[in-house]
Nanobody
């Protein structure tokens, strides 16, 4: 059974950092494009970043470019999202996705 499990969320002050993890089971992350999306209260779901399976190329939404970094550890079958210089508008539930499969999400709250 395909499963994605996010972790690493929490409460952080503006300007702080968090690293989110997305661990997969029943499939090999390295063979597929993996995306991070977020859902903020009262807003539409937004694609944040993705990493290609083919060549490891990455994509970032303009709102996070230069502050977030997506990476993959094939040995651990895990994708990470390093989030630096966090802003209150980064608050939301963060999900990793692979095709139709979504994790349960991890809450990120940026507040002083």
């Amino acid at each position: 059974q395909v499963q994605l499990v996010e972790s690493g969320g929490g409460l952080v002050q503006p300007g702080g950092s968090l690293r989110l993890s997305c661990a997969a089971s029943a499939f090999t992350l390295a063979n597929y494009e993996i995306r991070w999306s977020r859902q903020a209260p009262g807003k539409e779901r937004e694609g944040v970043s993705c990493i290609s399976s083919r060549d490891g190329s990455t994509y970032y939404a303009d709102s996070v470019k230069g502050r977030f970094t997506i990476s993959r550890d094939n040995a651990k079958n895990t994708v990470y999202l390093q989030m630096d210089s966090l802003k209150p508008e980064d608050t939301g539930i963060y999900y990793c996705t692979h095709g139709p499969y979504w994790g349960q999400g991890t809450q990120v709250t940026v507040s002083s």
